[in-house]
């Protein structure tokens, strides 16, 4: 057992005192496996269905099908070694970061593995979920699922790695952050800041200034579409009576009506409100 092993004990440990659901599922698992062997037997040799879920991190991988192909290569073997096959499969380009609701395909998997009382089938646990709350969304789903990497799983040690995968994914964020920091402090250069990065890429560099000038604009716009919301349609009435910018400034304050920065109106903040409601 080496150092690694003694601390995944360790925080094994601390999450079985903090976690009451994992304690009740380890009571609970042993009364499972002896209902699934009651079951099972005396039954047919029907092969058993399986929905495939695949996920990739990027749309550069779901276009190219790096990655893809590793994990339906290993979901085809589970199946096939268990006797049986994939009915339907899902892909989904997504970050394992995001939560059940923001996956419509693994949603569309899970209604579809509930219909067919068929089992949800990934490629690596890592796949399906990198924190314990979206592990146990997922078996409250009442869909059976696997994982080919832990391909004799049970409830209770799904929930167990998918504990130590988060605790293992948060200490990993923080380290990065804290080697970012003392780099930055050491005078380190880091991401586009670093010699050379944009040697050969100028052209790139000054899109993605515009595009990003562009973006902030818009944004800006938006916002202040929002905050004037009020007050938008009395200034454009004012200014279609041929009120100037300056009078109409003057009759905003007098009403006692402040900027959002709670400033007085000015000629030209009323131009900039009137500009950016046209081009809303």
């Not at 925080?11 to 009451?20: F, T």
């Not at 499972?32 to 029907?46: I, V």
């Not at 073997?77 to 995001?98: D, I, L, P």
């Not at 789903?141 to 995968?165: E, K, Y």
Request: hydrophobic share 40%.
């Amino acid at each position: 057992m080496d150092k690694r092993d003694v601390e995944r004990i360790g925080v094994l440990l601390e999450i079985l005192k903090r976690d009451p659901q994992l304690r009740q599922i380890m009571l609970d698992e042993g009364q499972d496996n002896l209902d699934a062997l009651f079951q099972s037997s005396g039954k047919g040799e029907e092969p058993m269905e399986f929905i495939a879920y695949y996920r990739v991190s990027t749309k550069r991988q779901g276009a190219s099908g790096l990655g893809l192909d590793a994990q339906e290569s290993a979901v085809g073997a589970f199946c096939a070694s268990n006797g049986g096959r994939v009915v339907k499969s899902y892909t989904e380009v997504e970050s394992g970061r995001k939560t059940a609701e923001e996956r419509p395909e693994l949603a569309a998997a899970l209604a579809d593995a509930k219909r067919r009382g068929a089992v949800l089938v990934v490629a690596k646990l890592d796949r399906l979920a990198r924190n314990v709350a979206f592990l146990s969304r997922l078996m409250e789903a009442g869909v059976d699922f696997r994982a080919v990497d832990n391909a004799h799983a049970n409830r209770l040690t799904l929930h167990i790695l998918a504990s130590v995968a988060e605790w293992e994914r948060e200490a990993i964020s923080q380290r990065t952050k804290e080697g970012l920091a003392q780099a930055k402090k050491r005078g380190v250069k880091l991401g586009s800041a670093r010699p050379g990065h944009w040697e050969g890429r100028e052209e790139a560099r000054r899109q993605g200034g515009l595009k990003g000038l562009k973006k902030a604009h818009e944004v800006v716009s938006r916002k202040a579409r929002e905050e004037y919301a009020d007050l938008a349609p009395r200034i454009a009435e004012m200014r279609d009576k041929g009120l100037s910018f300056r009078k109409i400034a003057d009759a905003l304050n007098s009403e006692g009506h402040r900027t959002r920065r709670g400033k007085m109106f000015h000629p030209s903040t009323v131009r900039n409100i009137l500009g950016r409601v046209k081009e809303g």
